[in-house]
C-alpha cells in the first residue's frame, strides 16, 4: 500500500512570494491533514478535511494560507505571501476514518529567506 | 497550559538496553486518546502505539509498550532492547474526543542510541 505521498520535498523562496503544497493521501482515507512544524517543536495542526469538508481550520492563519481538497483526494496548501517565520516542515497526514491513527508523508521543508 | 509535555529533550541509551521516554498530559475531557510517533531524520512521522483512556490494559506494539498511569495523567513510552535504528526524535500526542480527531503533538525527545 503506498503511503502518503508529498511534493516537492525542499523549497527555498524569498518573502513575499507565494508558494504551494500538494499532498496525495493514502487511498481510500476520507481525512485529511495538514500541520506545519517549526523546527525543535511538535506539529501543529493547520487544517483537517473530512472527503473536500474543512472540518478544522480553527489554527489556519487565513489571512495568507490557503487549503482546498478538490474531488476529496489530492489536496494543496498555499502560502501568500510568506513570511519568514513560516519557515518550517508542512506535514500532510491521512487516516481512515476520524478516531483511527494518521499516517504522514515525508513533509515540504520550506525555507523563506 | 501545555497539554503535553515532554521534559526530555534529549535522552541516551546503550544497545539492548531499555529506554523510557516522558510524557504527561492535561485534559479535562474523560474521553481520549494518547498516541506515540517517531520521526527519524529522513522527516516521516510513524506511528507505534495508541492508548485509549478507558483501556483497562496498557498498550503493546513489539518492542514498544505504554505505562499508562491515567491518576498522574502519564503515559510514558517504554522501548525494550533499545536498536541502533532507535535513534530518532520521539512525540506523545493527544487526542480530546471535544476536539474532534485533531493531534495535539508535545515538544519530543530525542533518543541516541549507543552501540
Known amino acids: 500500500e503506498a503511503g502518503v505521498a508529498q511534493s516537492p520535498r525542499y523549497k527555498i523562496i524569498e518573502k513575499r512570494q507565494s508558494v504551494a503544497f500538494w499532498c496525495n493521501p493514502i487511498?481510500?482515507?476520507?481525512?485529511l491533514y495538514w500541520y506545519q512544524q517549526i523546527l525543535g517543536q511538535g506539529p501543529k495542526l493547520l487544517i483537517q478535511f473530512q472527503n473536500n469538508g474543512v472540518v478544522d481550520d480553527s489554527q489556519l492563519p487565513k489571512d495568507r494560507f490557503s487549503a482546498e481538497r478538490l474531488k476529496g483526494v489530492d489536496s494543496t496548501l498555499k502560502i501568500q505571501p510568506a513570511k519568514l517565520e513560516d519557515s518550517a516542515v508542512y506535514l500532510c497526514?491521512?487516516?481512515?476514518?476520524?478516531?483511527?491513527?494518521?499516517?504522514f508523508g515525508q513533509g515540504t521543508r520550506l525555507t523563506v529567506v | 497550559a501545555q497539554k503535553i509535555t515532554q521534559t526530555q529533550p534529549g535522552m541516551f541509551v546503550q544497545e539492548k538496553e531499555a529506554v523510557t521516554l516522558d510524557c504527561t498530559y492535561d485534559t479535562s475531557d474523560p474521553s481520549y486518546g494518547l498516541f506515540w510517533y517517531k520521526q527519524p531524520s529522513s522527516g516521516e512521522m510513524i506511528f507505534l502505539i495508541y492508548q485509549g483512556s478507558y483501556d483497562q490494559q496498557n498498550a503493546t506494539e513489539g518492542r514498544y509498550s505504554l505505562n499508562f498511569q491515567k491518576a498522574r495523567k502519564s503515559a510514558n513510552l517504554v522501548i525494550s532492547a533499545s536498536q541502533l535504528g532507535d535513534s530518532a526524535m520521539y512525540f506523545c500526542?493527544?487526542?480530546?474526543?471535544?476536539?474532534?480527531?485533531?493531534?495535539?503533538f508535545g515538544e519530543g525527545t530525542q533518543l541516541t542510541v549507543n552501540p
Open positions: 487511498s481510500g482515507h476520507a481525512t
Open positions: 497526514a491521512s487516516s481512515s476514518r476520524v478516531n483511527t491513527e494518521a499516517f
Open positions: 500526542a493527544m487526542r480530546e474526543e471535544t476536539s474532534g480527531s485533531r493531534l495535539t
